[in-house]
């Protein structure tokens, strides 16, 4: 391995950072693993808007995972990113290089807190999502909405995510006090999330839910369901806030 690069996303505004990453690369057996330093290039403001850093020094912080060898025909390269503040860095892409490859890898998703998650590099043997059900709560009576949320939902590694698009039926007023209302096309606003690919049914879900409006809503419990799920089996979350303007919150982390 010879180097590592990465390009910040050029928005949202705190899409770039001032803190350092630090990279695990791992491919075959348990423990066949370089640990990078902090990356800091000390001659540069890196991790800024739409940059592209290149690390590929010791100065840098590449540090054990110089030299690191990565066999050209490898199949199971594993890399985890630890992030080292309180700093947000949403990242476009990140990209493996090699003396005679490089693998370039999407990042859909900010890392944040000092987290440490494998990135997502899509090879899921997936089960397929088909169905969003919310609950409103009865009670109090602004709990209903008549405004728009959006759900991401993602799995245990770093960018594996998908948006919904405004999840709204067609033909029924949805969000009203006590009702379950459910979505499972893209006519209800399923959007990328509509057969998007998980591990398993049991996959370490996390799920965020982004507002707009300011016809606040109080959900009671969300559902997610895959393929051939019957009502039972769906794996629900309980909401424990309300959400309101442009809020964006965690449901599940
Ligand atoms: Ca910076
Ligand atoms: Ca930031
Ligand atoms: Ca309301
Ligand atoms: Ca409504």
Redesign the pocket.
Known sequence: MTSIKTLTRSTPSWAKMDATLKFQICHGELGNCCWTDELDDTNKNDFELGNMDVWDSQAKGLGACEGFVIPSNVDDLRVYIKHTSEDAWYGQTIWIVTECASLDIPINEYIDNRDYYEVCSGDVSPVHLREIVTKTRSSPD????DDQVKLQICNGKLGCCCWTDVLNNPNKNDYELGNLDHFDSAEDGLGDCLNFPFPSNNADLRVFMQHSGS???YGEKIWIAFQDMDYNEMEGFEITQAIDNDEYKTIKN
């Open positions: 602004w709990s209903k909405m016809d606040a809503w």
